[in-house]
């Protein structure tokens, strides 16, 4: 879909490298592994992406990553992820990628970290830092064991971590060690929360995690007292709303809270989270508040600039990138 977005610069701040495989290069990687009954066409591999539930949403990102087997799925990946970017003229990017779920396939997290900067690095368009999500699913200790990996290939463009995964089943609080050792290691930190649980997982990202920032945040409103905290403290909400209907965490972009928290002053970014799997893009996303939410162009840049003032960049990088998104908008 052409929308007047599509050639203005954009940040993304929430954005998974597994689930933004664009579906021609998803589909040569189900065909180099032997194909699959339930997609025998590229047709199909675009209907698998519907979902019922976050829970189903879960299954199907898990039977995508069957796919991804060897390091140089990830190179390949990598590139043609950053090369769908560029051609978006998406400027800068925090990828998160999700090591654990790939120790099944025998890759280490450090060989994953080089392969994905690799293929990056055939893009020069774009400019992607890395963010390796450490999966609640995979308990605490695993993820204790990843972060020790990837802060090894730090040189790699590695900025901070996530805490991703099944938000409804495994609660943030066991995962504090592991985000105290993240910042002794100067590394920044984010956690999925409010997604598929409520108000009290943000509270405890917050509390037990003290995390710099929230992906999604969507469900705060549950909790007035939340808000206020949120826009007080300006901690940056990284929200997805095209992917909260997907995953039927909202019945519709009508019903998505994003238009009372940026009217209440929360720091809110938007996000494409995982656009392959959604069918969706950030000028699409734009264009979605413009028209269902009454975003004004004025409101859009803001919301361009949340991302700039909310990533990980240096200082001066950040002022050179708002200045090229203030000029545009």
């Not at 954005?15 to 199909?44: C, F, M, N």
Request: net charge negative; with cysteine.
């Amino acid at each position: 879909m052409t929308t007047p977005y599509d050639n203005l610069p954009k940040v993304e701040l929430h954005l998974h490298l597994e689930g933004a495989i664009p579906y021609r290069a998803l589909w040569q990687l189900v065909q180099k592994y032997g194909g699959d009954a339930a997609v025998p066409s590229l047709d199909t591999l675009r209907r698998q992406f519907t979902y019922r539930d976050f829970p189903h949403f879960i299954k199907t990102w898990i039977w995508k990553n069957g796919f991804l087997r060897e390091l140089e799925d990830f190179t390949f990946i990598a590139t043609a992820v950053a090369r769908d970017l560029a051609r978006q003229h998406v400027r800068y990017v925090e990828m998160f990628y999700s090591p654990p779920d790939f120790a099944r396939f025998g890759l280490t997290p450090q060989a994953l970290t080089v392969a994905i900067r690799s293929g990056l690095q055939r893009v020069p368009e774009v400019e992607v830092a890395l963010v390796p999500d450490v999966v609640r699913d995979s308990g605490p200790a695993e993820a204790a064991r990843t972060l020790a990996a990837v802060a090894e290939v730090r040189d790699q463009g590695v900025v901070g971590i996530g805490l991703g995964g099944s938000e409804h089943a495994f609660p943030p609080e066991p995962f504090a060690p592991v985000f105290e050792q993240a910042r002794k290691l100067g590394l920044q930190t984010t956690a999925h929360a409010g997604e598929a649980a409520g108000a009290e997982s943000i509270w405890g990202a917050l509390r037990s995690l003290q995390a710099g920032r929230i992906g999604h945040g969507t469900r705060a409103y549950e909790d007035p007292a939340l808000l206020d905290y949120l826009a007080e403290q300006q901690i940056p909400l990284e929200m997805c709303p095209l992917s909260n209907v997907r995953t039927g965490v909202v019945p519709d972009l009508a019903a998505h809270p994003i238009r009372r928290y940026f009217d209440h002053g929360i720091l809110v970014t938007v996000n494409t989270d995982d656009p392959a799997m959604f069918n969706n893009s950030l000028a699409e996303e734009y264009a979605g508040l413009a028209e269902v939410h009454g975003f004004t162009p004025a409101e859009l840049r803001q919301l361009a600039l949340n991302a700039v003032a909310a990533s990980w960049l240096p200082e001066p990088r950040k002022a050179a990138l708002a200045k090229e998104i203030a000029g545009s908008y």
